[in-house]
T-cell receptor
Framework: GQQLNQSPQSMFIQEGEDVSMNCTSS?????WLWYKQDPGEGPVLLIA?????ELTSNGRLTAQFGTTRKDSFLNISASIPSDVGIYFC????????????FGDGTTLTVKP | DADVTQTPRNRITKTGKRIMLECSQT?????MYWYRQDPGLGLRLIYY???????NKGEISDGYSVSRQAQAKFSLSLESAIPNQTALYFC???????????FGPGTRLTVL
């Protein structure tokens, strides 16, 4: 089946620093999604990307749909303590029976 | 009120017991999913349902069963719980034409 490699697995940064994480796959996806899971809660959608090369921002977050359709990147600028959580990428392809494939997550810790 | 609710939020049980986790949604979505989250392993799909009469196995369905009682309700059962089923369980919903999933708050299950 389709698998996603998400890296890094964890990050420890100082408040104010920028963050970058990425997902790669051996398969092509039609849609890339980035979710954030706050401690004790379920994941919530941050950004959805629908086209190869697309660059989309949501506040301090910017995500890109790779031109090969096999990767995606998420950047967080000027991190703040509430950015703490687990970030998941997810890929969707219309041949996968309506299911998304999730990465293993990047755990972000921000030190004040 | 939350769009996707899960009950119970926490459960401790013993090996061999039958357990049911319940999920309800008010989003009017046709599609519902059950995931399991273990540290470092991301979200793994257990079962999914695209309508009341459609139930499908995910990647880790062994030891689990589900029931879609209505469009808004999707239950996950562990017929005979075992310790390696200790995990965080999430229910999610999505519209039939969209890829975004909406997650419940999760149920933390501990099997002793």
């Amino acid at each position: 089946g389709q698998q996603l490699n998400q890296s890094p697995q964890s990050m420890f940064i100082q408040e104010g620093e920028d963050v970058s994480m990425n997902c790669t796959s051996s398969s092509i996806f039609n849609t890339w999604l980035w979710y954030k899971q706050d401690p004790g809660e379920g994941p919530v959608l941050l950004i959805a990307l629908y086209k190869a090369g697309e660059l989309t921002s949501n506040g301090r977050l910017t995500a890109q749909f790779g031109t090969t359709r096999k990767d995606s990147f998420l950047n967080i600028s000027a991190s703040i303590p509430s950015d703490v959580g687990i970030y998941f990428c997810a890929g969707y392809h219309n041949t996968n029976a309506g299911k998304s494939t999730f990465g293993d997550g990047t755990t972000l810790t921000v030190k004040p | 009120d939350a769009d996707v609710t899960q009950t119970p939020r926490n459960r401790i049980t013993k090996t061999g017991k039958r357990i049911m986790l319940e999920c309800s949604q008010t989003k009017g979505h046709d599609r519902m999913y059950w995931y399991r989250q273990d540290p470092g392993l991301g979200l793994r799909l257990i079962y999914y349902s695209f309508d009341v009469k459609d139930i499908n196995k995910g990647e880790i369905s062994d030891g689990y069963s589900v029931s879609r009682q209505a469009q808004a309700k999707f239950s996950l059962s562990l017929e005979s719980a075992i310790p390696n089923q200790t995990a965080l369980y999430f229910c999610a919903t999505s519209d039939s034409w969209a890829y975004t999933q909406y997650f419940g708050p999760g149920t933390r299950l501990t099997v002793l």
